[in-house]
């Protein structure tokens, strides 16, 4: 019998995230826009309560949510990483996290937000390795190799179908093709989320345990807060995701 070859998935590209892919109980995956920054914060309340970030609001509502994000797509990394080296130049690291950040949403066919996926640059990474000595430019860079999944949610009524996997892979994706080494989060322990994490890919670390970040040489050990717990997932050499 003659073995099927796995079907090859298309690259990411800007238009793609922003038009959006089609996705369980006929929504639409796609980069949060203006306008959806009041149902992305009604869903993230349902993330453990956590709120909407006012400078991630102002993001979505200008429109300039992932703007890195998107130049990496639609020139290259080299091009996403220039804005990056030239506020590590100016010494004002700050400037370049807005533009990383990912919120991405799922449409329903009645134009209401079902679900959301917000993910960061972890701006402890950067301050850490900073202080431990790191130079700038290379505390910079470490820090945007990493992705945190800071909040991930779905509507009561639209549970069940696949939202919450559907999203998460479509942010992890996205951020390995364009040259990210590890994605991660945190959940509460306790919540029965780590067969659901695993489920999904991603490797639950033990209740107390960090991520050591030493395999991209950078000093720095990523910890949680108290009662939760670390999932992760690292990116395959030459593998995507």
Known sequence: MTRKKPARVPPVTADRLLRGWSGPGGTRIRLAAP?????????????DGMGLDPAVEQGINAGTVASTLLTGLRQGTSEMLRPIAEAAAAGRPDEAMPGLVMVLVAE??????????QAVPPGNVLSEAHAAGVPLPLALV???????????????????????????????????????????????????????????????????EGIDLDRISVPVVIRHEPGERLFTRWRPAGVPA
């Open 35 to 47: 306008g959806d920054s009041p149902g992305v914060a009604e869903l993230l309340l349902l993330a």
């Open 108 to 117: 329903g066919s009645d134009g209401r937000l079902q679900g959301v996926l």
């Open 142 to 208: 470490a820090a945007t190799k990493t992705a945190k999944i800071q909040g991930l949610a779905v509507a009561e009524h639209a549970r069940g179908q696949g939202l919450g996997e559907t999203l998460l892979r479509r942010a992890v994706r996205t951020y390995f093709q364009l040259g990210w080494l590890l994605a991660y989060g945190q959940f509460s322990a306790g919540s029965g989320l780590e067969d659901y994490y695993t489920r999904q890919g991603f490797t639950v670390l033990p209740a107390g």
